[in-house]
């Protein structure tokens, strides 16, 4: 008995040991083959590639912070597992580097020093802008630059990040945006002036400060001064000052390295702006033929949307207009356009002449896989059609059904046409669509954005090389009620 026990005990012993050196191989392997993979997994496939960076074989960690073993590559910590530890958003930061004075950067998103443009996806960036100038809207976009490009000084030792190059890059793809009549000015160069004095961005954080964002409204109206829908927009004088010093709260760098680490760190100040309007000589001109619409709506990210970095204000000083803030945190580069153009009832409030800016991050090139937001946004400027001049419609009272089909006429084909859903039910969120064509060409894809919920969805059918559209679906993620509304339109 005694025998059969050692011989179990034996057993188990050797069992636990082929297990330890099983799984320290397979950790091994597997953080080799990150970190071989992860730089280059943002940049595969791109276009127009002037020059990439490369990391240093050590990192060492410098400045303010000395971060814990397990922020600083190849660590052995799982995203599982720091979503244990911190906020859900914390998924998304793969791994952090520590430049010179405290500053913290993203591998591959902040080293960015190329663009991607996949001429499918600039086309319809091209008729989203002309599109929006058929209405009376002119187009901006505000494009960030990446953050190494600004502290590519602090990297020095451990990223030779390629400035000139960068650069190069980035006001390339500002001349193609210009090429189709879109406004966008050149934030580099002032930002790189900038950095000389003050922080462009925050060292923990990856937003930028209030005066990044006033730099950036001051090169927009300069971009803007000889602009014919900027000339004719009813102007009104604002003043800006300094309210006072608060602590940035929640910042996203920070709070992975407290989850990980399981430490505290200071948190950073921030300087509070308060943006007012203020009565001049222009304002009375301009009131004999301005009402209460508002000729200037930002709709870009939380870069613009956290209050506390007064971009509308700012904006609304150096372009001495009324702005609206229609930008959204943590919904990607689309969703404030989401937010902001199905929305009849906030557009009713816009002057007939208006500028969109669109505030983007150098990382959101234009890619194909942003094709399905454009054919969103596009049918979205010209809104639901009416009862009369929709080619298909249902409308039924949904009693928590989750699935409408639209039969549809022949002879409906080409991108000209699209789908309009309506739902009184304001929680639904992200409905799918399915398409097919009578090509044999089938697609499901998401309506809408993840934190978006608007009472209309809107989506393009596929151009003519498609066939002719022969079947509509809408599947819901959940039981709906109330009316729901599905029609295809033809745009005017």
Request: net charge negative; hydrophobic share 40%.
């Amino acid at each position: 008995m005694k025998a059969r026990t050692i011989s179990v005990i034996a057993l188990l012993a050797v069992l636990c040991i082929a297990s330890f050196v099983l799984w320290n191989f397979t950790n091994v392997a597997a953080k080799s083959a990150n970190s071989s993979d992860s730089l280059t997994a943002v940049d595969n496939g791109a276009k127009d590639i002037k020059a990439q960076g490369a990391l240093k074989e050590e990192l060492p960690a410098s400045g303010t912070i000395e971060l814990c073993e397990a922020v600083l590559p190849e660590n052995t910590i799982t995203d599982a597992e720091i979503q244990q530890r911190g906020p859900q958003s914390l998924h998304w930061i793969n791994e952090l580097y520590q430049g010179s004075e405290g500053h913290l950067f993203i591998k591959g998103l902040d080293f960015r020093d190329n663009y991607r443009v996949e001429d499918s996806a600039f086309a319809y960036l091209k008729r989203f802008s002309d599109t929006l100038k058929a209405q009376g809207t002119q187009l901006v976009i505000l494009l960030l630059p990446p953050r190494a490009m600004v502290y590519h000084a602090s990297l020095e030792g451990i990223y030779d990040y390629p400035l000139e190059a960068a650069l190069e890059n980035y006001k390339a793809n500002l001349e193609k945006v210009r090429s189709v009549g879109i406004v966008s000015p050149d934030l580099s160069l002032p930002f790189l002036e900038l950095v000389k004095e003050h922080e462009v961005y925050f060292k923990r954080d990856h937003h930028w400060t209030p005066e990044a964002a006033q730099v950036a409204a001051t090169a927009l109206a300069e971009a803007l001064q000889d602009n014919e829908t900027y000339l004719a927009l009813p102007k009104t004088a604002h003043q800006t000052s300094l309210e006072k010093v608060a602590t940035l709260d929640d910042s996203t760098y920070m709070l992975r390295v407290e989850a990980v680490c399981e430490m505290a760190i200071a948190a950073e100040d921030v300087n509070v702006y308060k943006t007012e309007a203020v009565e001049s000589d222009s304002d009375l001109s301009s009131a004999l033929f301005n009402d209460d619409s508002i000729p200037v709506v930002v709709a870009g990210t939380s870069h613009s949307a956290k209050p506390i970095f007064n971009v509308d204000g700012f904006l609304a000083e150096a372009l001495s207009a009324k702005v609206l803030n229609l930008s959204r945190e943590s919904g990607g580069q689309f969703a404030g356009l989401t937010q902001y153009l199905p929305d009849e009832t906030v557009r009713e409030t816009i002057s007939e002449n208006n500028i969109l800016i669109w505030e983007r991050e150098f990382a959101g090139s234009f890619w194909n896989a942003f094709i399905p937001d454009m054919r969103q946004l596009i049918p979205s400027i010209h809104g639901k059609c009416s009862d009369d001049d929709a080619v298909a419609i249902r409308t039924v009272e949904a009693t928590g059904g989750k699935i409408l089909d639209l039969a549809v006429p022949p002879g409906i084909s080409g991108s000209d046409f699209y789908l309009a859903a309506d739902v009184a039910d304001l929680s639904i969120q992200r409905p799918g669509v399915y398409f097919r064509y009578s090509s044999g060409a089938e697609e499901r894809l998401p309506l809408g954005n993840p934190v978006v919920r608007p009472e209309h969805f809107f989506m393009e059918l596929l151009g003519s090389d498609a066939g002719q559209l022969e079947f509509v679906r809408v599947d819901f993620p959940k039981d709906v009620f109330g009316e729901i509304s599905l029609r295809i339109c033809k745009a005017s």
